[in-house]
């Protein structure tokens, strides 16, 4: 009983940046638990090649290519699901980039760019999903956003944080209007989950690494894979009555204090 709680057989996922990262390692969970997913990323090659590692483990699953920050290419792809499977019952929003910059410095190309990114394409792809799950009665929609969504981090994230403060504010507003006509919206928001940007930062700065494990009781950082179970719980029957609420995945990150000592590393 518990296990057909989380069982996603019939229904159609749509994951945005499914080609690495948590978008991959979200992609490959809800094809596990037996849902449709159709893995959409700018990098053909790795996209094709979640599909495939998904399939192989004997799911269904297709990759395609789409630019979510265009938005004919979206109208594109959702005439797409419309055509080949009839319905979508969870979108991923995952894929989204940001330009870094000191607030005092970035150029407001650079913060557009950004705010195009995180916000307007992601507003427009789960309008387009929210309409079709609507008209449906039923579906979970599920944004990446940020710790950044709800603090502060510095180090030229201005753009970012702005961006990704608007994702859980859409969330709230969307989980407000549809929840009653039984579309569900949330939101994850992880701290360090390691990829390979993230790789190159802490490679050009030594001492990157220690300063965010300072901040995570768990003593680690996050990897994709983290984020499996809680896709398949917010995609499933198993959240049914969860909406609006944003979710951490975090190490203990956003609970605890500046101040705090963590852990083993205290004696009385």
Known sequence: MAHEMF????????VTGAASGMGRAMSLALAAAGARVLMVDINAAGVEQTAADAVAAGGQAVGTVCDMTNIAAVDGLYARIDREYGQIDFLGNVAGEAVRGRPEEISLADVQTTIHNLVISRFYC?????K???KQGRGSIVSIGSLASVTAMGRGHIAYS??????????RELSTEWAARGVRVNAILPAQVVNAGLEKRMAEDPTLKDR??????AGRLGKPDD?????VFLASDASAWITGSLFPMDGGNLACNAGATMGEHWML
């Open 7 to 14: 069982n996603l057989t019939g229904r159609v996922a749509l």
């Open 126 to 130: 789960t309008q387009q999903a929210g």
């Open 132 to 134: 079709r799950m609507l």
């Open 162 to 171: 702005m961006g990704m403060g608007a994702v859980v504010q859409m969330t």
């Open 212 to 217: 965010f494990l300072s901040g995570i009781p």
């Open 227 to 231: 984020i499996r179970g809680l896709a």
